[in-house]
């Protein structure tokens, strides 16, 4: 088993080369999907380091933006020893960019470690219309959606989602989280929204105390 | 007509002497309401009108009447037509009429060192098509697309060059001659590499980063040439992603070829503006480096602080948050003006514009309103 302090250190520390030669060696090493479960887990204590780091105004939104990649990317080589397809999923949530908004840098942050906590994400990507959001969900029925965005007006966007799922008449099957630098408690209530945050893991938590 | 010529001779005076480092007779004016917020607040529709500028005259003439500054309010980033006949996904317009930035690639992360050795040719050769759509053509279709585009570039901006010229003869305003260029890193980020990609670059590949932003310094030196570099006339330079490293990168791959741009430029005899987009308080003393009597307009940051530390050397301005124009009330927007000319006109060197363009109007008329204030406050009350 790998050293999981050294790890969540080199992800902290965005050591790109020191995280993936380590989790190659740990996928070839043929664990069980338990092993495999703590070495994400490692990964997500990195990804509260560079949080932390951020806040201390010692890394900033470039080093943000490079920590997303690196998760993803620890992801990826982690997939095959993660119980593959047939794994039980703890639950699906459907994330994008709301329209008018092209921002998805913390949308993919998102989308990353919702996925290594073992939800099935469904990414609609940018500038998704209200109508794509209520096709999906009518599509895949997830627990939950999430929707992001960094524009003043993606909160009105995010409005327009939420009557639009009341309309189809799927709002009540689903639990709507909303993030992005602009979300507060007064918008999540003027959207209608069921929770807000503007720092991932903490969507993660809530998402997890969701199913 | 005499008197208006007088007064535009005053106006041009207020920017000689504060570009050439005295203080000028009193604190000149920019409007910070562009062209979209003149277009929407005279009742037009945004997308259309930008397609269509010489019917936007009488609106320009109005908001010149109503909103009179120092400097034409006439003027844009960006006209449409060009860009939509290139097929350009660098700049598109969005559902509002906007025209906007979205992130982009033109060059791929194995393709450094091929960029690296030949800029310029690359960037014919393999990024233009890749960014305007319509270029990825035949030679012949391509130089078709090319004399179009070129073609509605010029009379537009023709057009509205003609509408300044006359505006400008009627209120008695000021045009510098502007040229836009990018510190290098910027550029790499913001047509080549994208945000994303040059946040990752910088840790993945530093070496090749430095060496790409040294190949495209002469070009972006000749991007912000001026023709006839003239004390009022200045290269605009927006800033992008330094807010966004940690100095040691910043020190690394941002400054050294953004330092040697501003200098060349000014060696050459001409001005040079930064936009310091969002917050460089941690850049302060970077910024002193740069030649004297630069023009720096601030986004965010302390006034005090920056007035200290680069008051005596360079020109400052920005810092007026136009938000506050949509949320307070008349009293609280001139006192944030007030407060303003008396932290920055003592150092001499105070040029009043604001944070950030305002480029959309709201529903009730408020943001007008408490504009005109201000600005009538600032052109009354700024004296140094
Ligand atoms: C990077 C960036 C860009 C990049 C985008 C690259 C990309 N692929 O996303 C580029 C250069 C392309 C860009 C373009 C533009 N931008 Co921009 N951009 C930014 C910048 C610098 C950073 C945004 C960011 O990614 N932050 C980092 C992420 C990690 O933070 P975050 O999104 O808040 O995410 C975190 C949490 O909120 C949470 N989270 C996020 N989403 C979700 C979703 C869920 C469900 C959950 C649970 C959690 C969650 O997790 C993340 C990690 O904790 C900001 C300025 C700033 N300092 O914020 C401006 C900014 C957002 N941009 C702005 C503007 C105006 C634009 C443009 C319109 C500019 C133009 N004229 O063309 C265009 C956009 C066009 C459009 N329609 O969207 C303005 C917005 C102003 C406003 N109030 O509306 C800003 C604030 C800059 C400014 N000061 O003016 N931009």
Known sequence: ?211 | MTDIKELQNEREQLFRDLFSGKAPKRVPVTNPATLEFAIQYYGEDLAEAQWDIARCEPVFDKFCQEFPTDTSPVGSLRLPAFYQILGSKAIVMGSGGFMQHPEVMGLMPEEYDEFIAAPYDFIIDTVLPRLYTELDAEPSKKAMVLAKAVKAFSDDWATLGAIRDRTNAKYGMVAPVVSLTEAPFDFMADFLRSFKGISSDIRRYPEKVVAACEAVLPLMIKKGKLPNPNILGFSFIPLHMAPYMREKDFAKFYWPTFKTLVEELAVMGQKVQLFVEHDWMRYLDYLYELPENTIMRFEYGDPKVVADKLGKKHVLSGFYPVTLLQTGDKAQCIDKAKELLDILAPTGRYWFQADKSIISTDSDGKVADNLRAVLEYVYTNGTY
């Open chain 1, 1 to 211: 088993m790998l050293d999981l302090q050294a790890l969540t250190q080199a992800v902290g520390d965005l050591d790109e080369e020191v995280v993936v030669s380590m989790l190659e060696e740990f996928v070839a090493s043929d664990p069980s999907g338990d092993e495999a479960y703590k070495v994400v887990g490692a990964c997500q204590q990195g990804m509260a380091i560079v949080g932390d780091l951020f806040e201390k105004n010692e890394y900033f939104v470039g080093d943000l933006i490079f920590a997303g990649e690196l998760l993803t990317q620890a992801i990826d080589i982690l997939k095959p020893v993660l119980g593959g397809e047939e794994s039980q999923k703890v639950g699906k949530v459907v994330i994008g960019t709301v329209e008018g908004d092209l921002h998805d840098i913390g949308k993919n942050i998102f989308g990353s470690m919702i996925e290594a906590a073992g939800f099935e994400v469904y990414d609609l990507g940018i500038d998704v219309t209200a109508a794509a959001f209520v096709d999906k969900v009518k599509e895949v029925k997830p627990q939950i959606v999430g929707m992001s965005g960094v524009l003043t007006l993606a909160l009105d966007a995010m409005k327009a989602t939420v009557d639009a799922l009341n309309e189809a008449g799927v709002r009540d099957g689903v639990r709507v989280i909303i993030g992005g630098n602009p979300v507060n408690e007064d918008a999540c209530k003027h959207i209608g929204a069921d929770a807000f945050t503007t720092n991932a893991a903490e969507g993660v938590k809530i998402c997890q105390g969701w199913v």
